[in-house]
């Protein structure tokens, strides 16, 4: 089973003892850091890969929710915290859960349960914020990938997404065996090919240049397919 690498960021020593229990007593929980504000936090989130963050809203500093809101590139959140009032603006950012203290841990396993289904479900996703929603996106309906600048625009099907975050960023979650990068702003899906003229390839009716830079690369690919 996939371990979900987590952090706690709450400002009482009592709720971070009992989520620390909550988060032991479950096999497939890392849990990576404890934070005492989102500023320590938000360096916990550079230098580690996490997944999950169990956020406590009335914080010190800087709101749970708006140190949320202010990521580029957030893990699944599970709130927590003492007032109700919160909720409805919780999951109004995605929230894949909100526990108002105290909770029990059948309640925090319900919890952590669905983080782990959305998790379990995107290892053949692509999982994007965009339209202040969550979406899942088949790594094989994905055509191209468009940089503009802090952020990229996914074309999968005849739709797409504009999510914020880097194009580099966004590489290091495909699959290499499927997208390759053949110009400092396009990423495809090797697969969705339908004709490469000159130093342009065809998806559909888009067509995307080849960067001089990436052109071995992608002949090299091309070679062996």
Do not use: W
């Amino acid at each position: 089973m996939k371990k979900i690498n987590c952090i706690i960021i709450d400002d009482e020593p009592s709720s971070q003892n009992v989520l620390e229990q909550f988060v032991e007593s479950v096999d497939y929980l890392v849990l990576k850091k404890v934070c005492n504000h989102a500023i320590e936090a938000k360096k916990v989130l550079e230098e580690e890969k996490i997944d999950l963050l169990f956020l406590d809203i009335n914080m010190p500093l800087i709101s749970g929710l708006e140190f949320y809101k202010s990521l580029k590139e957030p893990p699944l959140v599970i709130f927590t915290t003492a007032y109700s009032e919160y909720a409805v603006e919780g999951f109004e950012v995605n929230a894949t859960d909100y526990l108002l203290k105290p909770f029990s841990f059948d309640r925090f396993l319900v919890a952590v349960n669905k983080a782990k289904d959305i998790l379990t479900q995107n290892g053949d996703k692509l999982l994007l914020k965009a339209d202040k929603k969550l979406h899942l996106i088949n790594f094989d309906d994905i055509l191209f990938i468009n940089s503009l600048g802090d952020y990229v625009k996914v074309y999968h099907n005849s739709n797409f997404l504009i999510t914020y975050s880097k194009l580099s960023s966004l590489i290091e979650r495909l699959p290499k065996n499927k997208f390759i990068q053949v110009h400092k702003s396009y990423v495809i899906n090797f697969q969705k090919i339908d004709v490469i003229e000159g130093n342009h390839i065809l998806i559909q009716e888009n067509k995307i240049p080849i960067g001089q830079k990436y052109k071995s690369n992608f002949t090299n690919k091309l070679n062996s397919y």
